[in-house]
DNA sequence: GTTTGACCTTCACGCTGCGTAAAGGTGTAT
DNA sequence: ATACACCTTTACGCAGCGTGAAGGTCAAAC
């Protein structure tokens, strides 16, 4: 019933660095030491191993494990749940970044072809370089850093089709919004739609929605010359009646 | 248009160590130096990193990156697939741990008491350790090493449901090949269903079944005494009995 | 008795992708 | 001139071992 390394090692399906290792770190030494310094492992050891290489295989830090196979059993449910949750937070992850490939494949592969992809990849780029040229520093000081990073990054990662949509929505916005100045009513059912779409159009680039922002945006659009500019193209105006229909339809005065 | 190295991570969000990092490995070199040594980054820099941290975000190691973004388009689509299907087996894998972790959980957990959960574990181990001493050795020569480690550690991670199942699995086994031993017949259809029976229990504790290894199995029960004494305490000539029901079952003769 | 050959031992570097000092030079605003 | 924010290179640290290197030990074979 005793073991040298390399005999322990073959039981357990580990190797003998392994076991060193693990006399190194402390979490498990052999019962005893020959008189030439080689490693005896007995019962309790393998039994010890047992666990250890048991909660390996659940992914386990061999930090936690130490602290788990010393402490009472009762530690342990509660180590493996939080354990879990870690799992669980990871595979979340691990999800997205699938989606996210399987995105840049589609787009990358077939469907569009080589040219068009050109464009639409050159087209990206630029959008961000010129997002950042123009409104990047005041807007990352206004914003924050991240926020300004996760909205490029979610604009590199759109796809064709993501891209097209939204450029669609912001057609709609605009005409929408035409029509809407008609009637004059910023409270009217057509201001209200060019509101309810403008929300769209920027979860599209915002990760999650808020109608103070929405409200806050609104109230920029009249402010900063260059968006009201762009607003303004569509008609003279239509910037202050966007802000007030959106502040209607957020219901921030 | 030209950034330090503060500069530049500040509008990536990364840090400049990063940045001094991908100088280092080759995957991002500066522009220029000027005279005091201080790496200045351009437009092109600009456009690399944001492909770098493109598919540093799909997970992607910056190796394969640098492989990706040196290489023609075409070669990039491959790479993600190859990437992609890594990740999926990562999710595999994951999505084991994690069922693993709740059956722990559960086990540890309420669902039965502690002295049962106890004994249960207690159980556990002896059964790994009696058969590691009866039979390690042999069948560790005869199977090899890789196949008893892997159902030792199926062993350990059954729950008391399945630990359970089995168990009462066995007794089934036992007391329909007892009934078939008074019919005489091995080709009968109550040893049939023995063998039946005992086939689902192998495939408890084994990762494959196969025909020829359960009909090795049956061979075995007659030609190792120990397994021969076990099914012959149920009757004598068990041992034998269920051999011929199961070459029967099998088809191996 | 000695020579294999299979064990064992203790260093100690390598892998990934940076974080985090340490020790010292540079740029610019006051 | 002094402070302060920036830049540089060098180098250890992290997790969990793999993989030598350099040398001692043990049983069996000659």
């Not at 997002?131 to 490029?152: D, F, L, M, P, T």
């Amino acid at each position: 019933m005793e073991y040298t390394v390399q005999k322990l090692a073959q039981l357990a399906g580990v190797s003998s660095r392994t076991l060193r290792y693990y006399d190194e770190i402390g979490i498990l030494k052999p019962a005893r030491t020959n008189s030439s310094g080689y490693r005896i492992y007995g019962r309790h050891e393998v039994d010890r191993l047992q666990q250890i290489l048991f909660y390996r295989e659940l992914g386990v830090s061999l930090d936690q494990i130490k602290e788990i196979i010393t402490a009472p059993a009762f530690d342990a449910a509660d180590a493996l749940k939080e354990h879990r949750e870690k799992l669980l937070e990871k595979r979340k992850q691990l999800d997205l970044l699938i989606t996210n490939v399987e995105k840049t494949i589609a787009s990358a592969e077939g469907r569009t072809n080589m040219s068009d992809k050109e464009k639409f990849e050159g087209f990206k780029k630029k959008m961000i370089e010129d997002n950042e040229k123009q409104y990047g520093k005041e807007i990352r000081e206004k914003y924050g850093e991240e926020a300004v990073n996760k909205s490029n990054a979610k604009l590199m990662n759109m796809t064709r089709e993501e891209h097209e949509a939204v450029t669609k929505l912001a057609e709609e916005v605009n005409s929408t919004l035409s029509q809407a100045m008609e009637t004059g009513d910023p409270a009217g059912g057509l201001a209200q739609k060019a509101a309810e779409l403008h929300k769209q159009w920027i979860t599209f680039y915002w990760n999650e929605y808020s109608k103070e922002a929405h409200a806050g945006l609104a109230e920029m659009y009249v402010a900063d010359e260059r968006f009201k500019a762009y607003y303004d193209k569509i008609q003279p105006g239509a910037a202050e009646f966007l802000r007030d229909a959106i502040k209607i339809y957020t219901g921030q005065q």
